[in-house]
């Protein structure tokens, strides 16, 4: 059992610091990204962008690019089942129903728009980025959008997390290994991202999940599921340096930033029946099905077990929004009694003063305390939903002056008993 450990799940936010693209900007990539493109000439990521605010237009905030994945997602299935109606395994329900709207023609009027070959393939090419896509079919039109989009993604993620990138920033990765030579061990450190930022910059070993197997890094199950003593670093929703080791597993390249993980389809479906595409990422809103594949499976069955059994977990730049990992820190938190939540965030807070409404200038936040059914703030009500019961409430509490902030003032040293004396939220 882990009487000390602690346990770090880091979100998006908490590569910020070292210039990760938020979700906006990465929204904004496939938004502008010429490779496939509308009869207009506009791009596909932006037409569909455009379709999905037009149809969630009282909740735009909801659409960025995982949505757009998760379009291209059922538009891959659509089709498939529509025209290979024979193959079980396509099952979406809808072409028994219903044709897309005819707007889609915009974008599949292959003639108006793409080259085609001698063999009947169509082709296109992002002359910057090196990526070329070719596609017989509709089906298979929407399965090299998605490939396209997930490597665009992935682009991303090397751009900040190649290890000389990192390595330049001598003072954050000073204060980050400060911080986590401060917490008790054995270190269980998790992340929704797709980097290994923390493994770069940890000096102690760190086990990844992958062990040597003759020449490469496989999958670990037996260490991964058993052993509870060893510092770990899990990528809950997969990794740029996953790749394939055929037939079904995953291998590891830490040194590598993999495109292309297999072409098409999967032989994995989801509940519904529908096939999954092949990516070493899982993006979209089919995480739930996605991670019931090795590795994903057993990692968040780790992360679940070390919430069970832990002192302490730092939620760090993570949004809750996943079901999934939720309803983890939810039910470990109403389980293990002990268990102290602290959530790093960036946020400007409001709430109503006696006078007039104005900024809270506070560093902490104690989410017990009875003035902060006064907040509208989404934070406060991710929180509300995903996690807090009254039962747990006394264990929460709130650093908002960001991550960066986080570690150069050393804040990990606070004494958290002491925040509502130090920072109450009323003179």
């Known amino acids: ?48 962008y455009n379709k999905l605010i037009g149809h969630y237009h009282l909740d735009p905030d909801s659409v960025n690019f995982e949505t757009i994945i998760n379009a291209i997602d059922y538009l891959i299935t659509f089709y498939a089942s529509k025209n290979r109606k024979s193959r079980a395994r396509f099952k979406n329900l809808m072409p028994a129903f219903f044709e897309v709207k005819e707007d889609i023609n915009d974008v599949i009027c292959f003639d108006r728009i793409y080259d085609r070959d001698s063999n009947g393939f169509w082709h296109t090419l992002n002359d910057n980025l090196g990526l070329h896509s070719s596609w017989k079919g509709t089906d298979y039109f929407f399965e090299s959008v998605y490939r396209c989009f997930t490597n665009l993604i992935i682009i991303q993620i090397e751009k900040y997390s190649e290890p000389k990138k990192i390595n330049k920033r001598k003072s954050l990765n000073s204060h980050l290994k400060d911080f986590l030579d401060s917490i008790s061990k054995p270190l269980r450190g ?13 000096l102690n070993e760190i086990f990844e999940g992958f062990s040597k197997c003759e020449d490469k890094l496989s999958f670990d199950l037996n260490k991964v599921l058993n052993d509870d003593q060893c510092d770990v670093y899990y990528n809950l929703h997969g990794s740029a340096h996953f790749d394939q080791d055929f037939p079904e597993n995953v291998k590891y390249e830490p040194n590598k930033f993999i495109r292309d993980f297999g072409y098409g389809s999967s032989n994995e479906i989801d509940q519904e029946g529908r096939e999954l595409m092949n990516s070493n990422i899982i993006t979209g809103f089919n995480k739930p099905s996605r ?5 994903y499976l057993q990692f968040y069955y780790r992360f679940f077990q070390d919430c069970l059994i832990s002192e302490a977990l730092y939620i760090i730049g993570y949004s809750f929004g996943d079901i999934h990992i939720n309803q983890a820190i939810k039910t470990s938190s109403l389980v293990n009694k002990s268990l102290k939540i602290v959530f790093v965030t960036y946020s400007l807070l409001e709430l109503e003063n006696k006078n007039a409404k ?58 958290l008993s002491k925040i509502e004396e130090r920072f109450p939220l009323f003179n």
Not at 25 to 39: A, G, M, P, Q
Not at 190 to 202: A, E, K, W
Not at 364 to 392: C, F, H, M, P
């Open 291 to 295: 991670i019931l594949r090795n590795p």
């Open 1 to 48: 059992m882990l009487a000390n450990s602690t346990i770090i799940l880091n979100g998006a936010g908490a590569a910020i610091p070292w210039g990760a693209s938020s979700t906006q900007d990465i929204t904004k990539i496939l938004r502008e990204d010429t490779t496939f493109r509308s009869i207009t000439g506009q791009p596909l990521g932006g037409w569909l």
């Open 190 to 202: 998790y992340t929704t991202n797709y980097d290994r930022l923390l493994p770069v910059i940890y």
């Open 358 to 415: 104005t900024r809270l200038g506070y560093d902490w936040i104690k989410y017990n305390s009875s003035q902060l059914r006064l907040l509208d703030e989404s934070l406060i009500y991710n929180l509300a939903t995903g996690i807090v019961q009254s039962e747990n409430s006394d264990r929460i509490y709130i650093y908002r002056k960001g991550y960066k902030r986080f570690l150069e003032k050393k804040e990990w040293q606070m004494d």
